[in-house]
């Protein structure tokens, strides 16, 4: 995993509550065996007019113009500005995949569906949650200015508008330092392999039929 | 100090080591396996040169890219066409062989979808923690356990340690008092629960399901209950053991046996919240309140009983509320204030996690039984949730009652569900789905998905419009009820 650094990034704004995971990569794209390429994918039935397949040659279908990220003044955007409950539905790690994989580094809602809080964070991405107010406000400074930016601070836990506004936000303690230093949360776990063994070791002989071979 | 809820007693019983930065270990039981979700996680565990920590946790099945169509099953994995979804179930096949997991192949007969294949084998049992690459991993926790979704990162994190990361969630009770009405099952309860609370209201939270609604459920309502967790946005969906939950799980090929069987059963007796147990939050439902539901809109809280209506975006409480409201009618197809009755259909779908169970399929063949499926519906389908529930319902004669009325009856698998394989809506049609998700083209491009019970999509497919079941003659609607 890449170190998360200190960066501004252009703000996509996508006006819409409940966003869910089929809607951020359809479900056909699910059958990749591998964890890259979805970016093409990502948003598919809002963002081309057609029904799209894996494998395809994305650069050649009709895209819908009124799609937020088909719009010129969003092109190359790494935060993506959004609404409530993002991300809720199925637990499929392809929706930060196809996020990451298009370029983006940052998502802002009022909150998240649990499964893909944890997902974004372990690869990398990091969600910020702001109040429905904050939102509200950055949504109107983005429409109101092309390529408009945000500073986003993880260290100091805080975003720097254009206007020179400060949006502090809270992060895990133990997911920062995963981001901030690209860490494995495997390799982490493994240093209490002793730990895990002993609680083993203790489970097992208090309740023995949860650890029965296959009939 | 106050009591402990199911899901305290549940985290402690499980809990390796708890961190000083909040976030703990905790030792998985059992790990559940298919096809979509894994391949990456055991390129990782590859890539790191790992080693899976305990392999008889893990059990294995292939379910979301499996034909359902009994010509294409009959020809094995090359029986799937589509070359995408071949590799998937392939690699599965190959990672389970490589690294000596145990896993229901294709046209084992106790393959079928992950979440009925558990419980039916007694590999899910009260007390466990089981985890799963699969959102409605919840459906375990009908039996006592602590089960969710996770992600393919935490796959792979769970296969190498045998351990997640994770934080512990609030408790949340969700009771259901009363008796419910002839013809409202545990889908429509449910379905009414997430109208209620909404998708995000169990949003960090584990929800333990109680009340005499719900004690008074069998294990397959029970897992359709807590399958939909999720939809309310719970990972976890729970509810306490009782004799119901020790009488489903005796004689299952993973059960224990014996003297561990006795030990096992005093132990479960205590996996129910103790009565001073204190929950972050309460919400309490009236059975009787209850009728059977319908989903008009294109998220499982847009969703409202058989005599209701579609909402009048006009009339909603707040401008994001009213604009997600006139996107749902317009993908739908619908009028503001159309009767839910009014809504024709095009497609019915019976089966998936949520519904493919025996008492499903009983309740939805009482319904049929004796008559046709209507002539606008173009495609009628019952999607058994594995092998051996297609097998019982074979010997209850339930597949010739299906086949009769002109339904297919179909191979197990996730089929329409999530539309994976071939089995799909077209842009536009309407569908009644005994599935869990009405997301925007989740059962196929421009598809329009309305969520209901096994008994109001079987009476929709011979009225070929939504009917109340409670309106149809004793011999229909009540009989499915004591089914």
């Known amino acids: 995993m890449k170190k998360f650094e200190r960066f501004e990034g252009v703000v996509a704004p996508l006006d819409r509550a409940n966003v869910d995971t089929d809607l951020i990569i359809p479900k056909q794209f699910l059958k990749s065996i591998k964890r890259t390429g979805f970016g093409v994918n990502l948003f598919d039935d809002l963002r081309y007019l057609d029904e799209g397949e894996p494998g395809q040659d994305c650069s050649q279908r009709p895209l819908n113009p009124d799609f937020v990220l088909n719009q010129p003044r969003y092109q190359n955007a790494e935060v993506l500005l959004t609404r409530r409950n993002f991300g809720c539905g199925s637990s499929r790690e392809h929706a930060p995949w196809a996020l990451e994989d298009f370029g983006f580094k940052v998502v802002i809602a009022p909150s998240f569906a649990d499964i893909f809080y944890n997902n974004a964070f372990k690869n990398g991405l990091l969600l910020i949650t702001l109040s429905e107010d904050e939102v509200e406000r950055l949504f109107n400074e983005v429409e109101a200015k092309d390529g408009y930016q945000l500073d986003i601070d993880l260290e100091q836990q805080r975003i720097i508008t254009q206007r020179g506004e400060i949006l502090e936000f ?46 | 100090m106050s009591g402990q809820t199911l899901y305290d007693k549940l985290w402690n019983q499980h809990l390796v080591k708890q961190r000083d930065d909040g976030t703990a270990l905790i030792y998985i039981d059992r790990h559940m396996l298919h096809e979509v979700t894994s391949p990456q996680a055991f390129e990782g565990l590859r890539l790191a040169n790992r080693k899976p920590w305990r392999l008889d946790a893990n059990l294995a099945t292939t379910d979301h890219n499996v034909p359902t169509t009994l010509e294409e099953r009959a020809q094995g994995n090359s029986g799937i066409k589509d070359p995408v979804s071949l590799i998937q179930v392939q690699t599965l096949d190959d990672n389970c062989v490589e690294y000596g997991i145990t896993e229901f192949r294709i046209n084992d007969p106790r393959q079928g979808i992950v979440h009925v294949v558990g419980p039916e084998q007694g590999a899910t049992l009260p007390g466990m923690t089981v985890v799963c690459g699969d959102s409605h991993t919840a459906t375990h926790g009908a039996f006592g356990a602590l089960a969710h979704g996770i992600g393919t990162s935490e796959v792979e994190h769970v296969l190498a340690t045998q351990c997640l990361l994770t934080q512990k969630m609030k408790n949340m009770q969700v009771r259901v008092e009363g008796e419910l009405g002839l013809g409202v099952t545990a889908k429509d309860v449910v379905l009414a629960i997430i109208g209620k609370i909404g998708t995000a209201s169990g949003t960090g939270c584990a929800i333990e399901f109680a009340g005499s609604a719900i004690e008074s459920l069998s294990m397959e309502g029970r897992m359709t209950v807590c399958n939909m967790a999720i939809e309310a946005g719970a990972r976890v969906g729970m ?32 996996l129910v919240s103790d009565p001073d147990a204190k929950f972050d939050n309460v919400v309490t439902l009236q059975a ?18 058989i005599s209701g209506q579609v909402p009048d975006p006009s009339a909603a409480p707040d401008e994001t509320v009213q604009r997600s409201h006139t996107r749902a009618l317009e993908y739908m197809g619908l009028q503001p204030n159309q009767k839910i009755t009014d809504i024709k259909l095009d497609k019915i779908f019976i089966g998936s996690c949520t519904n493919s169970r025996i008492e499903d399929l009983r309740e939805a063949a009482k319904v049929a039984k004796g008559k046709k499926v209507a002539d606008s519906i173009m495609l009628a389908m019952v999607v058994p949730g594995s092998g051996l529930v297609k097998r019982q319902a074979e010997e209850e004669g339930l597949d010739k009652i299906f086949i009769e009325a002109g339904f297919e009856w179909r191979e197990p698998g996730c089929s329409m569900c999530l539309a994976m394989n071939a089995d799909k809506l077209g842009a536009g049609e309407h569908c009644a789905s005994t599935s869990n998700r009405n997301f925007e083209g989740r059962q196929g491009y421009g598809g329009r998905t309305h969520l209901v019970s096994p008994a109001m999509a079987a009476a929709a497919a011979i009225a070929g419009y939504f009917v109340d079941v409670r309106s149809l003659p004793a011999n229909d609607a009540t009989h499915a009820q004591e089914a």
């Open chain 2, 239 to 270: 509810i306490a053991v009782d004799d119901t939950t020790i009488d489903y799980i005796g004689n299952r090929p993973y059960s224990p046996t014996g003297e561990q069987w006795e030990a096992a059963v005093a132990d479960w007796r205590n």
């Open chain 1, 170 to 215: 809270e992060v895990d303690e133990f997911r920062k330092h995963c981001l901030l230093n690209g860490l494995d949360d495997i390799g982490i776990t493994l240093q209490d392999e002793e730990a895990i063994r002993a609680f083993e070791q203790k489970h097992k002989a208090a309740r023995p039929w949860l650890f029965r071979q296959t009939a």
């Open chain 2, 288 to 305: 009787e309140d209850i009728e059977p539901q319908v989903s008009w809109g294109t998220s499982p809280e847009m969703v409202t009983g």
